[in-house]
């Protein structure tokens, strides 16, 4: 008798522990939106998956988007005020942001990459380079359609906002559109003050001050990360 109490008893706490286990809070963020969707990040047995669910509780689940080997406290979910909301996935060197609107179906609204650099301000370490990919303006992605390896392609990127920089690279060469060097003051160096006003990989085109005139040139972006 009394070991039928005990195997009773096992049973019964094995099957607490499992219980417990499989109720184990799988979220690491999330957000509710006024009109009562959610968003959130969970944790999956490959890495992470981003989940939302619209007001009448259907599910849509992305699991590309945040890389298996991401760090769980870099990952946030934030709401704006014109009611969408981004998954921002912070990296040492930069930070990727993806905006998507809610509603019925989930819709990828952009997607950025933040780099860090120098600043020439200075009352600022670091300035925001931020790239933001074109062609999502010409296509719908629904969020389980939306593919991590076909967003942020370098050829894809333009920046969104001019910024102050410096030169990182001991000699960055001055470029024509081309991408050939130009005959006049052959390159910068590090620490000069330039303003990036254009993307087009590999190369950015700057403002900076030469002879106490207004230049502007191409230059490799290696030369300002």
């Given at each position: 008798m009394k070991f039928c109490i005990k195997a009773i008893l096992s049973l019964v706490f094995f099957s607490i522990a499992i219980v417990s286990y499989a109720n184990e809070d799988r979220t690491v963020t999330s957000v509710k939106q006024h009109d009562g969707s959610e968003w959130s990040v969970e944790r999956d047995a490959d890495g992470y998956s981003?989940?939302?669910?619209?007001?009448?509780?259907?599910?849509?689940?992305?699991?590309?988007?945040?890389?298996?080997g991401s760090n769980e406290n870099a990952l946030f979910?934030?709401?704006?005020?014109?009611?969408?909301?981004?998954?921002?996935?912070?990296?040492?060197?930069d930070t990727l942001a993806y905006e998507f609107s809610g509603g019925a179906v989930p819709v990828l609204r952009s997607a950025c990459r933040e780099?860090?650099?120098?600043?020439?301000?200075?009352?600022?370490?670091?300035?925001?380079m931020?790239?933001?990919?074109?062609?999502?303006?010409k296509n719908s992605y629904s969020l389980p359609d939306v593919k991590a390896d076909a967003l942020l392609q370098v050829e894809?990127?333009?920046?969104?906002?001019?910024?102050?920089?410096l030169i990182s690279s001991d000699k960055a060469f001055l470029l024509d559109r081309a991408g050939n060097s130009k005959p006049r003051k052959p390159y910068l160096i590090k620490g000069d003050k330039v303003?990036?006003?254009?993307y087009k990989h590999p190369l950015v085109i700057i403002n900076y001050t030469s002879r106490g005139k207004l230049a502007s040139a191409w230059i490799n972006v290696v030369d300002i990360l």
């Open positions: 981003l989940l939302y669910a619209n007001i009448n509780k259907k599910f849509y689940r992305n699991i590309t988007l945040i890389g298996p979910l934030s709401s704006n005020s014109d009611g969408t909301v981004t998954l921002v996935i912070a990296y040492p060197r780099m860090r650099i120098a600043s020439s301000d200075e009352m600022e370490v670091v300035a925001l931020n790239l933001c990919d074109k062609n999502i303006q894809n990127l333009r920046l969104q906002a001019p910024v102050s920089a303003v990036i006003e254009n």
